[in-house]
């Protein structure tokens, strides 16, 4: 477990390096903390899907060779393995991953909702989190570092009991696991419309756009999906993880509206089912990007290939 001491030199936050056995380094090794930078509203990579759940991009993580971090191999994320026991404010949360030396790197950061979104297991529980890639995951809220905008003062959470995307106000303390991102970020335009799909550069995902007046059942959501009459195949229900990639928390409904118009600030069926609960599934909230699980009845659908 690393861990860094900070300290004050003037106007500079200092900290002390940290090796990845989470030992101190000597003062002469004190290094200047990463700017604390505004986080990325968008998933600028493929968003992995659960490893068992038969969708595509399966989710994949390689330790580094001193088991202190671990790359995601779909995203191309680099994670802090082993988290601090400490619970952190908002403000301490995004301080403490700034001024983190794991392995002799520093540059890391707190991260976003969706990439703390892209590590959550829909398909297990108690963690939600794949336990070998990441062994010392607390089923606890760990922070995110982006704020939700439409309510000052509040910023969001995975809950990794069961995979929940929430927001607590910024006083209260919760769990924290930092992240790298080693390749640059996607350009280029975000999304393509055309003959009622919406087509994401970054995620290589296809969305209907208008969505149907009709709410359905969670069972016929798939089915309604399976069958949608617009261009290409393979249509479906997305995955918890995928809906949150529509997500824009800057604005209510939380979602791009330029590209799909007459969105409503309601829930939308995902296709993964709770785990521990069969007469449940889980929805994104387009009010402001939570998740919540509720019983299979009628919802909003949005499908996806």
Request: aromatic share 12%; net charge negative.
């Amino acid at each position: 477990m690393a861990r860094c001491t900070w300290f004050v030199l003037g106007t500079a936050l200092l900290a002390l390096a940290c090796g990845g056995d989470g030992t101190a380094a000597s003062p002469a090794e004190a290094h200047q903390c990463t700017p604390i930078t505004a986080p990325s509203t968008w998933a600028d990579w493929v968003m992995p899907n659960a490893a068992t759940s038969g969708l595509p991009n399966p989710a994949s993580y390689e330790p580094s060779d001193s088991g202190n971090r671990v790359t995601d191999e779909v995203t191309r994320l680099v994670w802090q393995r082993h988290v601090d026991a400490r619970t952190f404010t908002w403000e301490a949360a995004k301080q403490y991953c700034s001024c983190l030396v794991v392995d002799g790197t520093d540059g890391w950061r707190l991260p976003s909702r969706i990439e703390l979104v892209s590590l959550v297991d829909w398909t297990l529980t108690s963690p939600s989190i794949d336990a070998h890639a990441f062994p010392d995951t607390s089923n606890e809220n760990f922070w995110a570092a982006s704020p939700v905008t439409i309510n000052p003062g509040l910023a969001y959470l995975s809950f990794f009991l069961n995979g929940h995307t929430t927001y607590s106000d910024f006083t209260y303390e919760y769990r924290v696991r930092c992240v790298q991102a080693k390749e640059p970020a996607l350009g280029g335009e975000h999304y393509t419309s055309g003959s009622g799909t919406v087509f994401d550069a970054r995620t290589q995902l296809t969305w209907q756009e208008p969505i149907p007046s009709e709410r359905y059942a969670w069972e016929e959501a798939g089915e309604y999906c399976a069958s949608l009459a617009l261009p290409g195949t393979g249509w479906r229900l997305p995955s918890i993880n995928e809906l949150q990639t529509l997500v824009d928390d800057s604005v209510n409904p939380s979602i791009d509206k330029t590209a799909f118009p007459g969105t409503p600030s309601e829930y939308f069926w995902s296709s993964s089912p709770v785990i521990d609960d069969a007469t449940r599934a889980w929805t994104a909230f387009f009010t402001n990007g939570s998740t919540y699980s509720f019983a299979k009845t009628a919802k909003n659908v949005r499908c996806v290939r």
